[in-house]
């Protein structure tokens, strides 16, 4: 990385980007910019910045389809996300943060408030390279550690609800039956009707503590559960 801190700005709007750019630059943080969907992955693709501060309403398209290019494409994935838009609903902020989204910034913001953001995510990023983790928005789960947060709180799970977590998650996207869970986390098990009641009530356990990310488990009736 070189001295200053190198953004990607993709917004269309000329006077924010003039304004955010000479601002930010003077806070030490180099402003590119793109101004559309096709363009800003082809910067992601050629420049792959440090962070990427992305607009939701874009000419060619929804800035979410940048954000989903981007986690779903492991050279692109690590690089840190922060939304800048004028919508603001909590249903907005919770679907962008499902999508991989690192903050969440609503119009009219404070160019001083945006660089210690911006700055706030990049420090997360670099003291957390080494351990063995996952985030999605403000959920934090340490594997090692066997210790999950969101923002600042500790969200206190039993070692089996962990585990069971840990297994979905690990497995982000897939399709699990009860059977392969409870094999992974009790070994092979016998009555697969009485396991599959125990494994359903420490699954609804982890959505309650998990909260506003309790969606994040989904039940396919009949078979199993899928993170994500």
Not at 184 to 212: C, F, M, P, Q, Y
């Amino acid at each position: 990385m070189s001295a200053n801190i190198r953004a990607l700005f993709i917004e269309d709007d000329v006077d924010i980007i003039n304004l955010t750019k000479r601002m930010l630059e003077g806070e030490g943080i180099d402003v590119d910019v793109a101004m559309s969907v096709k363009f800003g992955i082809e910067k992601i693709k050629s420049s792959k910045p440090d962070i990427v501060l992305l607009d939701l309403m874009l000419p060619d398209g929804d800035g979410k389809e940048v954000l989903r290019w981007m986690k779903q494409n492991k050279s692109y994935s690590g690089i840190p996300v922060i939304v800048i838009t004028a919508k603001s609903s909590e249903v907005d902020k919770v679907l962008l943060l499902e999508l991989g989204a690192d903050d969440y910034l609503t119009k009219p913001f404070s160019i001083k408030e945006l660089a210690a953001r911006i700055r706030a995510v990049l420090r997360r990023y670099s003291t957390e390279t080494s351990r063995d983790f996952f985030v999605l928005g403000d959920l934090k789960i340490y594997f090692d550690e066997m210790r999950v947060f969101i923002g600042d709180e500790e969200v206190q799970l039993t070692k089996r609800e962990f585990q069971i977590l840990e297994y979905l998650v690990r497995n982000k996207g897939m399709v699990l039956k009860r059977e392969k869970i409870l094999t992974a986390i009790w070994g092979l098990v016998d009555d697969i009707d009485e396991n599959s009641r125990t494994l359903d009530v420490h699954i609804n356990n982890i959505k309650k503590k998990l909260g506003k990310y309790k969606d994040m488990i989904k039940t396919i009736r009949g078979v199993g559960y899928r993170f994500g």
